[in-house]
């Protein structure tokens, strides 16, 4: 059972392919245990994204930030190093790596060892940042290229980010 409220601002001059412009988006949800669900916490994400033009292409900046806060009380038994992540629904969890969120990472496997990865696959987080910096260049008709540069990483909660421990990749791709 939970509540929650999004806002968007979409500034952007095409929704699928934009050249120019912002979007941004904000998100908010309370989870309360209720007949027989269990799931109890606050959870925010935010978004952020600009658009310009540059050197014939288009230059992207975005930032994505998103805590979460387990409010159930751990239970040793279940969860016997009291990850906070562990004891908030898997489905609620955040998760990077991919095309999508830090592309020198396989998909949902960038965290920490013991924390959001057990034995090297994602098991999710409830802290995430990622910055992505990229330069896309039209090659001829729909296709071309982008240079990008993705920092970030997921935490096992609010109170274990160290952005000492994001994690850089950079690569060129079609787009």
Not at 16 to 29: D, M, N, S
Not at 131 to 157: H, I, M, S, Y
Request: charged share 15%; net charge negative; proline share 7%.
């Amino acid at each position: 059972n939970s509540v929650g409220a999004s806002a968007v601002v979409d500034r952007r001059d095409d929704p699928i392919v934009p050249t120019r412009g912002l979007f941004a988006a904000l998100e908010g949800k309370f989870a309360f245990p209720l007949a027989a669900a269990d799931a109890h916490f606050l959870k925010g994400f935010a978004q952020v994204a600009a658009y310009r033009p540059l050197g014939g292409g288009t230059f992207v900046a975005s930032l994505r930030a998103g805590m979460t806060k387990s409010l159930v009380e751990c239970a040793p038994d279940a969860n016997p190093g009291c990850l906070p992540n562990l004891d908030t629904p898997i489905v609620e969890r955040f998760f990077a790596g991919g095309r999508t969120t830090h592309r020198a990472f396989p998909l949902d496997d960038l965290g920490i060892e013991g924390q959001t990865l057990q034995e090297g696959s994602g098991v999710g987080g409830n802290a995430l940042l990622i910055a992505n910096l990229e330069w896309r260049v039209p090659l001829t008709g729909g296709l071309g290229l982008v240079l990008f540069a993705d920092w970030g990483n997921v935490w096992a909660g609010p109170s274990y980010v160290k952005p000492a421990e994001g994690r850089w990749g950079a690569g060129l791709g079609l787009h």
